[in-house]
């Protein structure tokens, strides 16, 4: 019997599918954007070049999912009874459906998350037989990489299922693993940094709610935990993690080896990392300044020490954004809220007035703002997530939700094999009129 999620979701893909081929049938010519050398050298950044109705990334609004802004996401989506953040499992059904979930969505929703949390027992071995001294995030990818043996998909492909259902195997799948991710990851935190110790899960919590109660974790962690996926879970298909993602499954690979190499994708330090990065610059800065409590006139000789230095200041900036990431700001209201008197925080909003102005007298920032990684590191540091190797297991954890949402419809919608075509930089200087073409003797 399927779910309301998975009825709701084949009305809409039949739906949507005359759509997509009209567009490749009848406009299939027309020109959407320009191919530069810069946009070639330079990573194909800007590159109008991919598909996804999940997220769209505005400059000045930031990221919107299925066309809501993040606080009109946080404002109408359902909470737990008691919470301040909505539902993980809701932001789930808005990404696959475009339609926000009433409360008896919810409630099938995470009995449906709840009833395949179960990890089979050969992950925590797999998992235990890592070195100590592991990094976290080969870990994660290792144990979500084996479980490739569940995958739904892989035997229905193998028996010859019809194309047009391909959605359908990849969304149990997406299911099964995002309702396990919780478990892995604190059962990975468990075995590097708590001697082992596991917490249970408790069957009778949500997706945030669990996952904070097997961290150990008090309320309000439980509500960190909810924002810090939500946010986390989508940023347009073009950035490394979810470009990896749906470009693996484009060769129809299944989702656990596609969400597999999405999370070796984020593990690199120009694209999961930044946090990390705030916090050491934060407490590097505390150190040699010699206080918790700088004053501004500090602040603002560090800031310039280090911009003068030839570097960046960490948490500030985006490719996109031209504004303060909401993503940020969602985090900051949290936190004057909950952790107003933590010290970093207290650090943190200093710098937010600091930081820009500076930047804008510098010059060389496009976007002087800060942007998500300059807030969320050190709100898991103040409840006692002090790992730093761990924090992308968090952003991988949430980034997968948008990832698998993408990887299902682009089965629905059958998109093709992703496989764009190279050039030599001969070829390059001949385009550029650098060089003559060669012509053949």
């Known amino acids: ?176 693993l995002l309702a396990k991710l919780p478990e892995i990851a604190s059962y990975i935190y468990a075995k590097l940094y708590r001697d082992g110790k596991r917490i249970q899960s408790n069957p009778n919590l949500d997706f945030g709610g669990n996952f904070a109660f097997m961290m150990g974790k008090e309320k309000p962690y439980d509500d960190v935990s909810r924002l810090h996926f939500i946010i986390h879970s989508d940023h347009e298909s073009g950035n490394v993690s979810a470009h990896t993602g749906h470009l693996v499954a484009s060769s129809l690979s299944d989702v656990y080896q596609s969400i597999s190499a999405m999370v070796n994708g984020l593990a690199g330090p120009l694209h999961g990392l930044a946090n990390q990065e705030v916090l050491r610059w934060l407490h590097d800065l505390i150190e040699k300044i010699g206080t918790d409590e700088p004053s501004e006139e500090e602040l603002k000789q560090y800031v310039w020490n280090t911009l003068n230095a030839g570097y960046v200041i960490p948490g500030y900036g985006h490719a996109v954004l031209r504004k303060t990431d909401p993503r940020y700001s969602l985090q900051r209201e949290f936190s004057l809220k909950h952790m107003a008197d933590d010290k970093l925080f207290k650090v943190v909003n200093k710098l937010y007035n600091i930081v820009p102005p500076i930047l804008k007298e510098h010059g060389h920032a496009k976007n002087p703002w800060p942007n998500v990684d300059a807030q969320s590191g050190v709100i898991q540091w103040h409840y006692g997530i002090q790992e730093y190797d761990f924090y992308t297991v968090l952003f991988g954890i949430g980034r997968a939700i948008g990832i698998c949402a993408n990887i299902i419809w682009d089965r629905a919608l059958l998109y093709p094999l992703e496989r764009p075509k190279s050039l030599t930089t001969d070829m390059l200087e001949e385009i550029a009129g650098i060089r003559e073409k060669k012509t053949a003797d």
């Not at 475009?98 to 409630?107: F, I, T, V, Y």
């Open 1 to 176: 019997m399927a779910t309301n999620l998975k009825q709701k979701l084949y009305e809409k893909i039949e739906e949507w599918r005359p759509r997509t081929q009209k567009l490749l049938d009848e406009y299939g010519d027309v020109v959407v954007d320009k191919v530069t050398i810069s946009k070639l050298i330079g990573g194909m950044r800007g590159l109008k070049s991919l598909v996804t109705d999940i997220s769209y990334l505005d400059p000045n609004e930031g990221i919107r999912y299925r066309g809501y802004t993040l606080p009109e996401v946080f404002e109408k989506l359902p909470k737990p009874k008691g919470a301040e953040m909505p539902y993980v499992e809701g932001l789930f059904y808005l990404l696959l459906t475009g339609e926000l979930p009433d409360q008896s969505d919810m409630a099938d929703l995470v009995d449906e998350f709840s009833k395949r949390r179960i990890v089979p027992r050969y992950i925590y071995e797999v998992i235990d037989a890592f070195p100590c001294c592991s990094h976290p995030m080969t870990i994660f990818s290792a144990a979500i990489l084996t479980m490739h043996r569940e995958s739904f998909f892989s035997k229905k492909y193998n028996a010859g299922i019809n194309k047009l259902d391909y959605w359908d195997p990849m969304y149990e799948d997406s299911l099964n």
